[in-house]
């Protein structure tokens, strides 16, 4: 098994029910349903510590690719293979590239709206609540730059059909998890949507994945990212 828990390295458990747990790191007490095998449990917040330095990295950028922005994230220190950073920067890396392809957002004050949304998403939302933290990423990115509420009609639904489209590609692949397929999943799907309902044109380029050494739940060649379903 390769690394896993950011204490010890050893591969994580997950419950069927909440118990309460003291993080490691911060010491603070919540209900959880993951620690590793040796009974190591990280909060989010710690497990996230670092991820502040997404805004930085957005406000300097100039591409229109949201994967190409996304990629530079996951290569920061702050980004595990896995992890609830991934439900920020899918939404980061999409209100950048929107910006960037001429979308009218103040993007310094959507990266932070998105920062503050996507946190409360937490870890292992994707298996418990059938909703991965990367497709509702999206929803809310469109949410933000439509500025979207309960009260509207046209907006919300456009986020909520976001949101949808995203999560059943995710579904159609199935699991298990891995937080950069679904990340990517994600961000093609919202690349074409806001093209086709907003008439953004944002850039994408082709993915391989350099990842799955890294991931001891990869799904090899049912992963249309794979290196062995791209090769030229």
Known sequence: MKEEC????????????????ECAICHKKE??????????YVCNECHTAGMDQIIGLCLGETSKDPIAI???MMAMPFCHMHGPEHHVMVGAALLTAYKNAGGDIDLPQALAEMMNRGKQVPGGACGFWGACGAGISTGMFVS??????????????????MT????????????????KRDSYLS?????????DKLGI???KHEI?????????????????????NNKK
């Not at 949808?164 to 937080?179: F, M, V």
Request: charged share 20%; aromatic share 4%.
């Open 187 to 195: 961000l093609l799907i919202a690349i074409d949507f806001v093209r």
């Open 144 to 161: 933000i730059i439509t500025d979207s509420s309960p009260l509207m009609q046209e907006s919300f639904g456009l986020s909520n059909v």
């Open 208 to 228: 391989i994945c350099t990842h799955s050494k890294d991931n001891n739940q990869c799904i090899g060649k049912r992963c249309p990212f794979s290196p062995v």
């Open 31 to 40: 209900n959880s349903k993951t620690h590793c095998v040796n009974g190591h």
């Open 6 to 21: 950011l204490i010890c390295k050893a591969p994580l458990v997950y419950l069927k029910t909440d118990e309460l747990m």
């Open 164 to 179: 949808s489209e995203s999560l059943n590609r995710i579904g159609e692949i199935g699991g298990p998890r891995c937080c």
């Open 201 to 203: 044109e944002m850039d």
């Open 70 to 72: 996304i990629e530079r």
